[in-house]
């Protein structure tokens, strides 16, 4: 079918050759001959890019680099390079966006045109404004280019692949743990006490199960007793993140306060974990540092609101909770009655549960939401309300006691 589309506009080309020699012929003059030399370059250019190979065509993205906070802005460079110096009378030429990217704002177009002339290299740039979270992927340029006549249109693809990490953003902010309070009164804390072997305060008798290494052997023959050092103790804080994936307008604000959550708690020498079911379940035991930072991240980078199971049955179902015993911070943007009964059952056996309710900037809790909100506090399930844009603000009850 292309063949003979093909062989069709060289016998119109043809005819419109015969057409304007015939027309000179007849006719005379120099009007006539002009015409008809007028028309020859062009129908030269048409019959020579008819056999031009776009397939030379060598075309590079050069990508910035590879890790990026959402909302950033990413510019890139495309360039063309070719080995034949034929001249274009225009090349239209298009970065196929995948689906994840072809709704961006684009300060410059990704499909641009272009007049290389006889140039054998030639480059553009494009922009895209407010990446939006996730892996994006690069893969295919599409090319077209024609005669002036319109007689001769050639596209080709050519594969170019690339990829891009957006990470979600995040908002600076400075973790403080919560106490155990509830209305009962401060209870005891359930948190792990260890000892700062780093610093001594002082020395005290030996009491069985110090270690050896802890006896202070100058005040031990002093004294004519063993004598061990007092060491400084420290509440570890480490917690662990639920983050809820169901499909909800706010999800991305659930994911952008989850990744400053855990970021302000790693940053604060804490250790944390995460569990999200999606597609597929993903659990991350409970680890610091910045190998574990990057791992959350990338994981957040990926992860999409196609949760099939609320986050009440998750905690009810899922053996995860039976084996831990530590303080659960729950991230979700929907409340609900059984998802506070489950919490405050997991809270009575495993250890504290801290619930942070995400809303819209001026969004305010709704009637049903105030009342679920004073069922929990009773249950001792705290509920912390966090809206878009003020993520800070939820540790600012901690930071006021």
């Not at 300060?107 to 404004?129: C, D, N, R, T, W």
């Not at 902010?173 to 002082?202: C, H, K, W």
Request: glycine share 6%; aromatic share 14%.
């Amino acid at each position: 079918m292309l063949l003979i589309k093909k062989a069709w506009k060289f016998v119109l080309l043809l005819f419109l050759i015969l057409l304007t020699f015939s027309y000179a012929m007849f006719q005379g003059g120099f009007v006539s001959w002009f015409l008809f030399y007028s028309f020859l370059p062009f129908a030269i250019y048409s019959v020579g890019l008819s056999f031009y190979p776009l397939g030379e065509f060598e075309i590079t993205r050069a990508l910035p680099k590879m890790d990026y906070n959402a909302g950033e802005q990413l510019k890139v460079t495309v360039t063309i390079k070719r080995s034949r110096a034929f001249p274009l009378f225009y090349l239209l030429i298009e970065d196929q966006l995948n689906d994840s990217l072809a709704y961006t704002q684009q300060q410059k177009s990704a499909k641009a045109l272009l007049f290389p002339g006889f140039k054998k290299e030639f480059s553009y740039e494009y922009i895209l404004k407010e990446l939006p979270r996730g892996e994006h992927f690069f893969h295919t340029f599409t090319v077209r280019t024609g005669d002036p006549l319109g007689l001769f249109e050639k596209e080709k693809g050519f594969a170019s692949d690339g990829r891009i990490i957006v990470y979600p953003a995040y908002t600076e902010m400075l973790y403080r743990p919560f106490e155990n309070q509830y209305d009962q009164g401060l209870t005891a804390s359930r948190e792990r006490v260890q000892r700062d072997t780093s610093m001594a305060i002082g020395i005290r008798e030996y009491r069985p199960g110090d270690r050896f290494s802890w006896i202070n052997w100058k005040a031990t023959a002093k004294r004519n007793e063993f004598m061990t050092k007092e060491f400084e103790q420290r509440q570890s804080h480490d917690v662990f993140v639920v983050m809820d994936c169901v499909p909800d307008r706010r999800f991305e604000t659930v994911v952008s306060f989850t990744a400053s959550l855990l970021r302000a708690v790693l940053k604060k020498g804490a250790q944390t974990g995460l569990l999200t079911i999606s597609k597929d379940r993903a659990s991350f035991p409970i680890r610091g540092g910045e190998h574990q930072l990057q791992e959350l991240f990338y994981h957040l980078a990926r992860i999409e609101a196609k949760s099939y199971s609320s986050l009440d049955k998750i905690l009810e179902t899922d053996g995860f909770f039976i084996q831990q015993t530590v303080s659960f911070l729950l991230v979700t943007a929907q409340l609900s009655k059984t998802l506070i009964e489950k919490a405050s059952f997991l809270g009575q056996r495993k250890g504290t549960i801290t619930l942070f309710l995400l809303k819209d900037q001026l969004e305010s809790p709704s009637d049903d939401e105030r009342g679920l909100i004073a069922i929990a506090n009773a249950r001792g399930v705290r509920i912390v309300m966090v809206h878009e844009g003020n993520f800070a603000a939820a540790f600012s009850e901690v930071a006021g006691r």
